[in-house]
Structures are given as C-alpha cells and as structure tokens.
C-alpha cells in the first residue's frame, strides 16, 4: 500500500509539473491589463517556404507615427521584400527577431474577460498592410482566480474558435519551448500562413503554394513568444488610422466595429 501510494503521489506530481494552465488575479486586468497580456501571450511560429522569408511583423506605429505599408507582392514576387527581417535561419525553431505586439484588454461579462492580441506586417500576398490577431478568453475559477478557458484565431475576417485544453500544442515558458503535444498550458503555440498571415493552431506542410484557405503553408521555422518588453498596449495604434483592407486592428477591435467581445 505505502509503494503504491507514493507511486500515485510521484504520478501526480509528474502531472503538475507537466501542465498548468495558471490562474491569475482579478488584478491583473488592472492598468490596462499588461499583466494579464504577459500571462496568455501566445508563441509564433512563422514558416520559411521553398528556401524564402515570410513578410514578418513590425511595430505599427512609430513615435505615434503610423507606419506605412508596401505594396502587395501579389504571390510573385519576393515576400518578404519591403518587410522586417526574421532574422538568421538556422533550421526549424530558429529564434526570431523580436516585434510588438499589441494587447487589448475588455471584460464581457461578470465571469469573463478577453485579451487580443494583433500584429502588423506592412503587406500580405493579397494587400497592402496587414493586421492578423489571436484572442485568449478567460473566465473565473470560482475562487477569485481567473484561467484560459479558449482561444479565438483570425482567419480573414473570421475567428476558429477552440477550447484551450484542446490546443494541439501549449507551453509554459519554463524549458519547454519545444515541446510538441502539451495540453492545458499557459500560452498556446500558433502559426501564421506563410502568404496571407491567417492564424493557425497547427502547422501545415502538404500544400506550399499561393493559397487562401486553411491549406496555407504554415510551419516553425522562427519563434518568437513576446514578454512584457514587446507587449504594447493597443491603444497606441489610434482611432482613424486608415489600413485599407486590413481593418481588423487595434482600434477596430475597441470599438463597435471589430468589437473585441462579439468576435467568436
């Protein structure tokens, strides 16, 4: 009986050790919610498709200067040309250059809050300027604390919606990084399509060309999981600001536009 129950206890501390999902603090949605942002950051992952740089996210505004896009590649010529450089490839989960990545923060309701998170590529293969986001849902434990309950994932004007202990792949920031198959762990690992930038939950690496559609090549080629350096309050990105096509920013999703809360 004592080898078996301290088996069970081994088990078990094995499994604490293995996921979290941490609660956090009324509080930390307080002061703009930068702590709650840090919290719930999702991982990017960003693909490198036949032997070319993606267009990789950059800051959107400069000094309150909004930054202006380039025009669209159009999928023929290079991606990444006009864009920021992801930085040395050294094979698959290589580091990326580090870019912020703007947080708006909303409570939808007495037993949930939403953080957005958005970030800005001056083209996509379709258009001029492009803002991509993701959003984590969080809800009440029930006892005072606050956990991951879902994710939102742009897609074109759309959001895929997927319960957080669902997430494919999940880290804590603890030497875990590249761990593949973890569940229920504080910030969820997303990839973005190597062309048009939607959000994914998966990679994707039977279909590499020029496509539209949940096919879009998408793979980990470059990382980045922003801390509370390169996690800047969306407010920053102001009302009025004109992105042409991409009109799911910032600004949008504070206001009645993109509302934050009726995404999903």
């Not at 060309?209 to 309050?233: I, K, Q, V």
Request: charged share 20%.
């Amino acid at each position: 009986m004592y080898h078996k129950t301290l088996l069970v206890g081994v088990l078990a501390a094995i499994a604490g050790l293995t996921s979290a999902n941490d609660a956090i603090p009324g509080n930390a949605f307080e002061n703009s919610g930068h702590e709650a942002a840090i919290a719930g950051a999702p991982m990017y992952h960003f693909g490198r498709s036949w032997d070319r740089k993606p267009c990789y996210p950059e800051a959107g505004q400069n000094d309150g200067v909004k930054t202006d896009g380039v025009d669209s590649d159009l999928c023929f010529s290079s991606q990444n040309g006009g864009c920021a450089d992801p930085g040395p490839w050294n094979g698959v989960n290589s580091p990326g250059n580090p870019f912020p990545v703007y947080y708006t923060v909303r409570q939808c309701n007495d037993n949930e809050w939403r953080v957005a998170y958005s970030i800005y590529y001056k083209k996509d293969s379709g258009h001029k300027n492009d803002w991509e986001n993701s959003i984590v849902i969080w809800n009440g434990d029930g006892a005072g604390g606050w956990k991951r309950s879902g994710t939102l994932l742009g897609w074109h004007s759309g959001w895929d919606y997927i319960a957080w202990g669902d997430i494919q792949n999940t880290v804590n920031n603890d030497g875990d990084l590249f761990d593949q198959g973890a569940k229920d762990r504080n910030h969820a690992k997303v990839y973005q399509g190597f062309y048009y930038h939607a959000t994914f939950s998966t990679r994707k690496t039977s279909l590499n060309t020029c496509a539209n559609t949940r096919d879009e090549f998408r793979s980990n080629d470059w990382y980045f999981l922003p801390d509370g350096t390169w996690l800047h309050n969306g407010d920053l990105i102001q009302d009025g600001w004109d992105y042409g096509s991409a009109d799911t920013n910032p600004s949008s999703l504070r206001n009645e536009a993109r509302w934050i809360c009726n995404r999903g």
